[in-house]
């Protein structure tokens, strides 16, 4: 089982719509499939479950539990998502009691409890994907120690490209200490709109920057991402044979190829 988490300590770039519609994706590709819900906003539990899940779910049945250490059976913090193939550990605004500012200072035990439970569920996925928040903090943290993988969403703007530098500096502190063995797949350009050349000069200087660790796959601006979540659905089912789909299967296929490192990364970049 394969553990990667979407991370930019910037909002709205696109990690959570980009989570859901991969899940969908990789579903349909045969991958049988976790969800973690890591922001307490739980804008993935929303899109998947509608609005009104909030309110009905008891933080007893959500990531909360499992980050207050309640020593919860996995089985009651994991549910269906509506997607075939898909489960989902929800989000829950409870989960900000783990939103501490510094969590590498809190006890071993306290930093795996997320990792903990994933190794527990390890023989039913092949692959988890954590939703985390825009924060550098707690939630962010317990998934970084889960995690062997990092995916970076970041917009081609200046605004989105700043929160880089400073998640570069957690993964150094959470491979010097929770988890060597982090590895960073990419930094993945979204709601790419390749008649804005502003758009283009960034992926530019993105790729002259990092190279090989950007995605070549981009995800492109389009109406659908929201439509299909708004419909509680992923582009696979929603519209599987328009662009983005087709844009969102090649992304999945490259994400595939990137969860084994295939060299270092200093070379790589
Ligand atoms: N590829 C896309 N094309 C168009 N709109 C998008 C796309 N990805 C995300 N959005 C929209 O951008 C907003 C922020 O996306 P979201 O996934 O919630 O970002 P984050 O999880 O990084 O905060 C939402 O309104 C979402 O519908
Ligand atoms: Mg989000």
């Known amino acids: ?11 709205g770039v696109g990690k959570s719509s980009t989570t859901h ?5 990789l579903a349909a590709m045969g991958r049988r499939l976790l ?4 922001d307490p906003q739980s804008s993935l539990t929303q899109g998947l479950l509608g609005p009104e899940a909030l309110d009905d779910i008891d ?14 059976f996995p089985d009651s913090v994991i549910r269906p998502s509506g997607i075939s193939g898909v489960d989902l550990m929800p989000g829950s605004q409870s989960a900000n009691d783990a939103n501490v500012p510094r969590p590498w200072e809190q006890d071993c035990a306290a930093q795996c409890r997320l990792a903990d439970v994933l190794t ?4 039913r996925y092949d692959l ?6 825009p924060t550098l903090s707690g939630c962010s943290w317990a998934a970084l120690v889960a995690a062997d993988s990092l995916v970076v969403p970041l917009q081609a703007e200046d605004y989105g490209s700043q929160g880089v530098r400073a998640i570069q500096d957690w993964i150094a502190t959470v491979r010097a200490t929770m988890n060597p063995g982090l590895h960073l797949a990419g930094y993945l350009i979204t709601m790419f709109n390749p008649r804005l050349a502003i758009h283009k000069a960034y992926e530019s200087r993105l790729r002259a920057t990092y190279g090989s660790l950007v995605f070549s796959t981009m995800v492109p601006y389009a ?6 979540i708004a419909a509680r659905q992923t582009l696979a089912q929603y519209k599987p044979k328009g662009a983005s789909a087709k844009v969102v ?15 270092p990364e200093t070379e790589a970049a």
Not at 21 to 25: I, K, N, R, V
Not at 59 to 72: F, H, K, N, Q
């Open 128 to 133: 988890v994907m954590i939703d985390c928040p």
């Open 21 to 25: 519609h991969l899940a969908g994706t």
């Open 1 to 11: 089982m394969a553990v990667v988490a979407y991370l930019n300590q910037k909002g």
């Open 59 to 72: 933080p007893a049945e959500t990531i909360a539990a499992v980050l207050r250490g309640e020593d919860p």
């Open 223 to 228: 109406a659908d991402f929201k439509e299909a």
């Open 35 to 38: 969800l973690v819900d890591a």
């Open 120 to 123: 527990e569920l390890a023989p």
């Open 249 to 263: 299967r090649a992304l999945a296929e490259e994400l595939m190829g990137r969860l084994t490192p295939a060299q």
